[in-house]
Each structure stands twice: as structure tokens, then as C-alpha cells.
């Protein structure tokens, strides 16, 4: 339930982290202590979460087989997770997954392996020229799997109906820090890379490279085993970059080959080297999440939301994006956002002389008061929308102007209906 960031951080003594993000609020935290989870290293740890939305995979930085990943049904509440028969006998640093199937890729062999959703079997993968794994994505149809690795030609892309494979015809930037996705259409792929050139598209089903930037380091990706590159949730085939140079985070349009840098933070909000993105699934929320280094700042900060649709900061960063929250700046965090689809509450504020007004609007949760979403009605029609996780109870609450009485606003509300 709800619309949720779950996480298993390094550096804390609490390793599992799932805050609810609230509509208008700073997330709050749910659940930690309870969670099942083997432990994590120093870095590389990993994280992927279904088209679904729901289930999702999450590597551990160790080579103990068995302990070196976990695939959890529902990332909502990081509860049971699986443990396939057949363990990875090497440190599994990334992942990802599709609607069929779940890969796990380390740094030694296996190198990859891929299982069935299904039944969490393992499918047999020819594995041979492969080195240590540094990306892996799925296209979003489902039918290619691409993986980067450290063994010219650093990559592979195979066909998810029969498991041949391709390998690159021209090779990218050499051996390195690879992050890697499809674009939307499924067609082409796009590569980041430590080395010229920096990023670089490929045609997924003859692997031949169509572009390649060299022009500057300023697209780098920061360092090894992150997620560094996310597609676009709204624009086709554009995608959201993290890399080591300010501003730290840019759009790239595979279409026109064109980068359009966000806009920095500001002086008390500078950060460091990006190391990887998360999109918010809902739209209404149009944020990108960057997991950084706290750049010395004070107080520090390890993740910080940006707006996609202006490419601008958010204007408040929640405090808890510190890391105190998200675990050591020297260490990698995965995290997936999953969400169920709201429940919404509408309704119109009006003032005495019953014209539409702009007033805070919110919603507690019945039992236990708590606030579960924040909106701020449209001046020109006083009407407002909270989108609440779940069917309520919820007490709806109006604020009022200064000096205004509160017996002064007429307002109309419905009970939660789905969105």
C-alpha cells in the first residue's frame, strides 16, 4: 500500500529504510527494525524494481553465496524475501528486472546469472567472454537484456525468447564505470562510460554504435557499480544522468543528441558527485531523486529532489535526506520508489462572500491523526485534490487566512474515491 522509497543502506546500524512519501509533506519513516536482510558492504550495493512497480531485486556486496542478494515480492514493505536455489557464487554488485525474468551480475564467475520470475529457476545464460558485470538493464518490451562488463568488447545484449547473444561491434569507451538502459522504444541503448566516449547509443539488435560524445569528461558517470542513467518517464527516448560534475544531473535526448543540464543547488544546498537516480512513478509528483556525496555542506545531505518538468531543485529538501538518514557519504545506497495507485479526496474552499480561495488543505488519518497529504487549493476555483494510500478514515482539515475565522470558508468534499 501507498507510495513508498525503500532502501537498504550502508553505514547505519539500521539497514533496511522505507519512508512513505506524503502529497505537499516530508516523507515520514514506516518501518526498519524488523527487516530481513544478510548485510551490506562497504559499496556496490544494488537495487531494481519491476515495471510493476512492486517486486524488486537487491544485491549486497558480498561474495557469500546466499547472501549475496535477495529478490522481495513487495518492495513496499521489504517482507519475505526469496532466496533462490541456485547461489551466486561471487560478490553480486548489480541487478535488474523485468516482468519475466530477474538478473544478478558480480564481479567474478558466474558473472551473470538470470532467473525465471516464475518460479526463481535459473535459465541458462551463455556466459563465456564475459568479465566483471558493471550494468545490466531489460528492455522495456521485455525481449533484449543488455549487460557491460570488463572483457572487450565490454557488451553483450541477448534475446530474452532464446538467450543468443550479440556482442558490440564497436566497442565503447573501454573498460570501467558502465551504467546502461534501453531506450523506450526498446530499439537502442545508451551507455555511460569513465572513458571517451562518455556516453554513447547503440542499436540493440545490430550493437553497432550510432553516437558517441567525447567533447569533455563532464558526462562521467562518478563511480563503479551505481545506477547512473534512469529513462525519462515522460519524454521518449531521454533519459536522467547523474555524474561527478556540477550540476551533477542532466536529460539526454537519444533522439537529437541533446544534453540539457538541471539547475544546480544554491549556497547551504551544494552537493557532491551524483551516484545514482530514482524517477517518482507518480507523475503528479514530477521528481527525480539524486543520491550524491554530502559535497561538505551543513548540514549534510546525501540525496536531494529535483522538479523533472523545470529541472530545477525542489525549493525545500527534506531533512531527511541527511545522511544521517541515508548511511555514509563513501557508500552507495540503493533505493526504489513503488506505487499503488491513490485514493483521491476532492472538494472546493470558498471564502464568505463565497469566492473561490487558495487555503492549505489537509488530510489526517482518523486513528491515529497523523497527516497523510498536504495541498494548497487553486485560487481562480478553490478546488483542491489529496491524494491519500488508502480508503481513511481521514479527517479533512482547512486552514484559514490570517485574521480569517473559520466559519468564514465553505468548502464541499467527497469521501476517498480510487484515482
Given amino acids: 500500500m501507498g507510495h513508498r522509497m525503500s532502501g537498504i543502506v550502508s553505514g547505519e546500524n539500521i539497514i533496511g ?85 530477474y538478473a544478478i551480475g558480480g564481479t567474478g564467475s558466474p558473472f551473470l546469472y538470470v532467473f525465471k520470475r516464475s518460479d526463481h529457476s535459473l535459465v541458462t ?28 568488447p565490454y557488451l553483450r545484449v541477448y534475446n530474452t525468447a532464446t538467450w543468443a547473444y550479440t556482442d558490440a561491434v564497436t566497442v565503447p569507451g573501454g573498460a570501467g564505470n558502465y551504467g546502461v538502459a534501453f531506450t523506450s522504444d526498446s530499439a537502442r541503448f545508451v551507455v555511460m562510460s569513465a572513458s571517451s566516449p562518455y556516453l554513447a547509443i547503440y542499436n540493440a539488435s545490430t550493437m553497432v554504435r550510432s553516437f558517441g560524445y567525447t567533447a569533455s569528461t563532464k558526462y562521467n558517470p562518478a563511480t563503479s557499480y551505481i545506477k547512473p542513467i534512469v529513462r525519462h518517464p515522460t519524454t521518449a527516448n531521454s533519459f536522467l544522468l547523474a555524474f561527478s560534475s556540477s550540476p551533477y544531473i542532466a536529460e539526454f535526448n537519444a533522439d537529437t543528441q541533446t544534453f540539457t543540464d538541471f539547475t544546480a543547488l544554491t549556497a547551504g544546498g551544494v552537493i557532491g558527485a551524483g551516484y545514482s537516480l530514482i524517477v517518482d512513478p507518480d507523475p503528479t509528483e514530477d521528481a527525480v531523486y539524486l543520491r550524491h556525496s554530502n559535497g561538505s555542506t551543513s548540514p549534510s545531505r546525501t540525496m536531494s529532489k529535483f522538479k523533472i518538468s523545470t529541472r530545477a531543485p525542489y525549493p525545500a529538501q527534506s531533512p531527511v535526506y541527511r545522511n544521517t538518514v541515508w548511511g555514509s557519504t563513501s557508500a552507495l545506497t540503493p533505493f526504489v520508489i513503488t506505487y499503488d495507485t491513490p485514493y483521491k479526496i476532492t472538494g472546493t474552499v470558498r471564502d464568505i462572500n463565497n469566492n473561490p480561495v487558495a487555503r492549505v488543505v489537509r488530510a489526517h488519518w482518523r486513528d491515529t491523526g497523523e497527516l497523510a497529504a498536504q495541498t494548497t487549493s487553486n485560487a481562480a476555483t478553490g478546488n483542491y485534490e489529496l491524494r491519500v494510500p488508502g480508503i481513511g478514515p481521514f479527517d479533512v482539515q482547512f486552514m484559514t487566512a490570517a485574521g480569517e475565522l473559520l466559519n468564514d470558508l465553505f468548502f464541499a ?5 480510487p484515482v
Fill in 125 to 152: 545464460v551463455a556466459t563465456s567472454g564475459l568479465g566483471s558485470i558493471y550494468g545490466v538493464d531489460f528492455s522495456p518490451d521485455g525481449t533484449k537484456m543488455v549487460v557491460t562488463h570488463s572483457t572487450t
Fill in 413 to 417: 468534499q467527497t469521501e476517498p474515491q
Fill in 17 to 101: 529504510r522505507i519512508l512513505e512519501i506524503r502529497q505537499g509533506l516530508d516523507p515520514v519513516l514506516v518501518s526498519s527494525d524488523a527487516l530481513s536482510y544478510p548485510g551490506v558492504g562497504s559499496s556496490g550495493a544494488f537495487a531494481a524494481l519491476a515495471p510493476d512497480l512492486k517486486a524488486g531485486v537487491v544485491t549486497f556486496n558480498t561474495s557469500t553465496s546466499g547472501s549475496n542478494f535477495r529478490y522481495y515480492p513487495d518492495m513496499n514493505t521489504l517482507a519475505n524475501p526469496v532466496v533462490p536455489a541456485a547461489g551466486f557464487a561471487s560478490t553480486a554488485n548489480v541487478c535488474a528486472i523485468s516482468n519475466d525474468h
